[in-house]
């Protein structure tokens, strides 16, 4: 049957949006969930476990505190508090942990470390997933049961100050609220000034119970200048000031005989080196938790502190105000808050927590009674019936407290083996849905591999053998074989598949595809090696050069694919950028040869009647037609731009450490970005800009070259307005401003520069067909994005811009176009540097390494649809230069040269253009088992967007050079 190549690109792309839906059904687990649909309420409270007992013990038990205050600041690292500079940073909140009444712990926030999905874990005590980072932008009202809900409900009076994704969960829960906005980054003082402005007041009032505050200019601050700037301290201090202020105000209301208060300090995520969040390193899932309370013993001296999971808060402050546990918390209580509880009422307060996990254990786990803490939690209830029934006789032996100790351990380690258990849950993964999904993606890109030739030709038409696989024995042999083994993993699989759920129906229908998939890959494979076969044996291929593949093309293909199959591990996942530093080192060595082999080994050759510059060009237009000699310094200069650009790419490593492994190590980036060397950043910055000005503005108008000039200057008036850079003028201690006006004089020229490359680009499509016109056109609207990323890098990171042209500028000059690589070998290239480029900004496959303040220069106030564009383009400047460069490279050169060429080089091309087409399907199926660490990070973002656009490019030009050879 055959298809035209546009039906089946398209069939082939909604069949792998099912795979890879069947794939990720099984990679993501099912959420710890309750079985009920309703919320906790107090009467779903157990009873003590006493048979026969009266009422009273079947009554909720008494809360612990009064009124509660949550003191939350956003990306709070635990060693802001705990560690040797915490006196400093923190003196006040440091004296409480040593000698007042508190007890501190580091809480372990689970990744994803972003605001949204720990607001999530820290008042429904469960585990968000990595969705909810994409829910973060736009946080919908919360649904499920959560202590914000269980409070309004019981009548509990709350106030609320902060970030204004609590005001977007609990909507109508707060008596009382102002919000300020999160993702306005470069506001770190007006952010909290209005938080603190309601203090006073507020504190002197006694119509609240819970008071929640949620400060972030710590955050912003991270996210502007990292960990260490000067601006911590002051922050911190501030910060903690505002703790002194409101424990004061507490103490003062404090009254004897009724129940203390509860002030807590907390941060919802750490801080990474670089001053973002999102992922899993140290000092990003590290918070500190500190509890101040007169019912707390007072300590002698800082004891160590304890660790406890970040979701422990949740039934902590539920038990400790008389609240139900949310149903689908899997934390467990704080033993050290009940310290002061008399034995009977912590026992009883266990109890209610195990209850509360064990109905979770039961919905959630098929076993769940072979789980060790199910079985702990069974024994030690009974244990406390038995407890309790002596207690009750009025038996107040030792041997009754030494019993009462015991039941309490084993409370304990219930407790946490059930707690650990629900944690492990959202691991466990369908195994059968996923290598269902991979094995039908596999099938789809070999079938796409086999059919490119025949979609790429002047027929554009794809031939399978559909009625004949339909027919054939082997297709219903292995549908009987598949339908064999969907029977036994059904009836043998401990846990459910999502594929054992569905209708017999919907699987047969599968079974059948996958099948006929198969078998239509076999039928197109023994064909094609028939074909080639074939080709081999005929006399007209007597040369052979047109299927021969240099060495070039082996290190292309055999890099993208290595690259490829590197994404199956984590550690290659964490640590990319030393894959592709390898790789492009590698083919700096390479092109070296290539370069050698052009100016020095050719010339000997003088007996040959015709030059053969390359194997792999010998069917180029260039290569028939007459060469004219080189100059002299054009071939030094070709040979000097491979080491050239091998130091370039030395240079750039230690400029900004990323990955995972050595990401906390200092660079290169934190010595230029410390205050005593501001000087020779400044110097820097200002060579780089100077150097970037006469790179670009070569091939722009006249009026360009002047907005991109004064364009650049705003750059460096921008940095310097923001105290990153000096003029000469200029002192370090000069009041600095947020360069809003130096940012949009920027803007404007930018924009001006992209309107001029458009309109000389549309004039010369829609009016005039001039080819310097449109090449000019692009080639402005370049620069424009030049200008635009120049404003949007840190200053430390303006060489990795130069380096970027410098190194197109002389790849170009002298290496592409002088030894004539083709469409596929240049834009494989382009690829390559646009990935290693990724990296040298300082990119990870980490989304705390996600710079998002770069989203609000030139913004006064948090605007979503620029903040995003922004983050976006900087993120990805790298890769999207690299892009442009390509698109308005092979546009020049094929204006340039519109010969036609061979089909054996049109081949050779095709088989170039395989990689770049095969590694969207394969880069994506591969790291799917990796989804966790990369499927809302910056690389899988760009990976989905830009090898689409490689791959279109690729076979764009390689199609255009078939219809010149047939025009």
């Known amino acids: 049957m055959k298809v035209r190549s546009s039906v089946f690109a398209s069939s082939l792309l909604i069949c792998e949006v099912i795979g890879v839906a069947v794939f990720l059904r099984g990679f993501f687990p099912v959420s710890v969930k309750s079985s009920l649909s309703s919320k906790s309420k107090l009467s779903d409270v157990p009873a003590e476990p006493l048979t026969g007992s009266p009422p009273n013990f079947t009554t909720p038990p008494h809360p612990l505190f009064k009124r509660v205050v949550i003191m939350l600041v956003d990306a709070l690292r635990e060693d802001f508090v705990f560690g040797p500079s915490g006196g400093v940073y923190m003196p006040y909140t440091r004296h409480m942990v040593e000698k007042g009444s508190s007890i501190s712990f580091v809480a372990k926030a689970r990744p994803p470390t972003v605001t949204m999905p720990r607001i999530k874990a820290l008042t429904t005590g469960s585990i968000p997933g990595f969705i909810d980072v994409v829910m973060n932008l736009n946080s919908p009202a919360m649904l499920e049961d959560n202590l914000i809900w269980q409070a309004k409900t019981a009548g509990r009076r709350m106030v609320f100050y902060g970030d204004d994704t609590w005001l977007r969960l609990f909507p109508k829960h ?9 993702f306005f980054v470069s506001d770190y003082t007006e952010v909290d000034n209005n938080v603190t402005r309601h203090l006073a007041r507020t504190l002197k009032r006694n119509d609240w119970d819970i008071l929640i505050l949620h ?3 710590l955050d912003h601050i991270g996210h502007i200048s990292g960990p260490h700037s000067s601006l911590i301290q002051p922050k911190l201090l501030e910060m903690d000031d505002i703790l002194k202020k409101i424990h004061s105000a507490l103490i003062s209301k404090d009254t004897e005989g009724s129940l203390p208060y509860l002030l807590v300090l907390c941060g919802d995520h750490g801080m990474s080196e670089t001053g973002g969040h999102g992922g899993s390193s140290e000092p990003e899932v590290s918070t500190p938790l500190v509890l101040i309370s007169p019912t707390f013993k ?3 001296g800082m004891e160590t502190p304890g660790v406890v999971e970040q979701v422990d808060l949740t039934p902590t402050l539920a038990l400790g105000l008389g609240l139900p546990i949310s149903q689908n918390s899997v934390g467990h209580v704080i033993p050290e808050v009940l310290e002061e509880a008399s034995l009977r009422d912590k026992l009883r307060f266990l109890h209610i927590n195990g209850h509360q996990l064990s109905c979770l254990l039961r919905d959630s786990i098929p076993d769940y009674e072979k789980e060790a803490g199910f079985e702990l939690f069974r024994v030690a209830e009974k244990a406390h019936g038995n407890w309790l029934k002596l207690y009750l006789e009025g038996n107040t032996s030792e041997v009754l407290t030494n019993m009462g100790k015991k039941v309490l351990k084993q409370y304990l380690e219930a407790l946490a083996a ?31 591999l086999l059919a490119m030739p025949e979609a790429l030709s002047a027929e554009a038409v794809v031939d399978l053998p559909v009625l004949s696989t339909l027919l054939s024995l ?4 292995l549908c009987l074989l598949l339908a064999s083994v969907h029977v036994l993993v059904c009836t043998s699989a401990e846990s459910s598949c999502y594929f054992c759920s569905l209708s017999w129906g919907l699987v047969f229908a ?8 198969f078998c239509i890959l076999v039928s197109m494979l023994t064909r094609r090696l028939l074909l080639v076969a074939t080709h081999r044996k005929s006399p007209l291929r007597s040369s052979g050069s047109e299927w021969w593949l240099s060495e070039l093309d082996v290190l292309l293909l055999a890099g993208t694919i290595g690259h490829t199959l590197s994404l199956a591990a984590s550690s290659f996942i964490e640590e990319e950028h030393q894959t592709w530093y390898f790789l492009l080192n590698t083919l700096c060595l390479a092109v070296f040869q290539d370069v050698c082999r052009k100016y020095f080994r050719e010339k000997k050759d003088s007996g040959d009647e015709e030059e053969h510059i390359l194997p792999s060009i010998d069917c180029h237009p260039f290569a028939s037609s007459h060469s004219k000699p080189e100059g002299f310094s054009e071939k030094w200069l070709a040979l000097a731009t491979p080491p050239f650009t091998l130091v370039c790419i030395r240079l750039l490593r230690p400029l900004n450490q990323t990955g995972v492994q050595w990401a906390h190590l200092p660079d290169f980036g934190h010595w230029l970005t410390s205050s005593e060397h501001r000087v020779v950043l400044s110097l820097l910055a200002a060579s780089c800009l100077v150097l970037i000005y006469f790179l670009v503005q070569r091939r722009c108008s006249l009026v360009s070259k002047v907005a991109l000039a004064l364009g650049l200057l705003g750059v460096y008036s921008y940095r310097a307005a923001v105290g990153n850079v000096l003029f000469p003028w200029q002192h370090s201690g000069q009041t600095l401003s947020k360069g809003t006006v130096e940012a949009r004089f920027v803007y404007v020229f930018v924009l001006g520069i992209l309107f001029t490359g458009t309109k000389d680009l549309l004039r010369s499509q829609i009016i005039t067909a001039d080819a310097k016109l449109k090449s000019r056109g692009l080639w402005e609207i370049y620069s424009g994005l030049v200008l635009l990323f120049s404003l949007l890098f840190r200053a430390h990171n303006l060489p990795v811009l130069c380096c ?17 690589y083709d469409a596929a070998q240049t834009t494989i290239m382009h690829y390559w540097f646009g990935q290693a480029f990724f990296y040298f900004q300082g990119n990870s496959s980490n989304i705390a390494t996600i710079d998002i303040s770069v989203g609000f220069v030139g913004l006064e106030s948090y605007v979503e649809a620029p903040a995003v564009l922004l983050t976006a383009l900087s993120t990805y400047a790298g890769p999207l230069l690299w892009t442009c460069h390509l698109v308005c490279y092979l546009s020049s050169e094929t204006d340039r040269s519109p010969v036609a060429v061979g089909h054996g080089c049109y081949c050779l091309a095709l088989l170039r253009s395989v990689p770049a087409a095969a590694y969207i399907v394969l880069v994506t199926v591969l790291r799917y088992h990796l989804f966790i660490w990369s499927v809302f990070s910056p690389k899988l973002l ?23 050879s047939k025009s």
Not at 419 to 430: A, H, I, M, R, V
Not at 474 to 477: E, R
Not at 942 to 957: D, I, N, P, R, W
Request: contains cysteine; aromatic residues 16%; positive net charge.
């Open 174 to 182: 707060f008596m009382e609220y102002d919000g300020t906005t999160s």
């Open 215 to 217: 400060y972030l200019g």
């Open 298 to 300: 007072r300590k002698v």
């Open 418 to 448: 059930m707690s650990s258990s629900l944690s492990k849950q959202l691991g466990k993964y369908d195994m059968y849905s996923m290598i269902a999904g991979m094995t039908f993606v596999f099938q789809l890109l070999l079938v796409l």
């Open 474 to 477: 082997p297709f219903y042999l």
């Open 510 to 517: 599968a079974v059948a595809f996958s099948s006929a998939m």
């Open 804 to 820: 970027c042209l410098l190194i197109q500028t002389f790849m170009a000059r002298f290496i592409w176009r002088k030894l004539h």
């Open 942 to 964: 760009y990976e989905s967007m830009h090898l689409l656009l490689t791959a279109g490019v690729c076979l764009f030009f390689n199609t255009m050079d078939q219809s010149h």
